[in-house]
Nanobody
């Protein structure tokens, strides 16, 4: 079992920045992939950014150049630095961890971009 706790969401003006953090705990030796997904009202949950234990990164096209994912394999944490935020980035952001074939989700943190 893996428990994920997210933090760092909130309200920010367009053009602003936020950093999301996620910490994993539980019974595991290594986490293969950690990342962030988001779900806006009325939309499906979508990938934002993921990072493998070896450092391979994948970003959604919509966040390229604005968001940066990073992780600490020893602390089992993953962060998402979000810059140049837009109103369309408003969503609940979820942390996800993959251990083998199993995926685990955090409870989500709200990000609202509005003036």
């Amino acid at each position: 079992q893996v428990q994920l706790v997210e933090s760092g969401g909130g309200l920010v003006q367009p053009g602003g920045s936020l950093t999301l953090s996620c910490a994993a705990s539980g019974s595991f030796s290594e986490i293969d992939v950690m990342g962030w997904y988001r779900q806006a009202p009325g939309n499906q949950r979508e990938l934002v950014a993921t990072m493998t234990r070896g450092g391979s990164i994948r970003y959604a096209d919509s966040v390229l150049g604005r968001f940066t994912i990073s992780r600490d394999n020893t602390k089992h944490t993953v962060n998402l630095q979000m810059n140049s935020l837009k109103p369309e980035d408003t969503a609940i952001f979820y942390c996800k961890a993959a251990v083998g074939l199993r995926g685990y989700w955090g409870q989500g943190t709200q990000v609202t971009v509005s003036s």
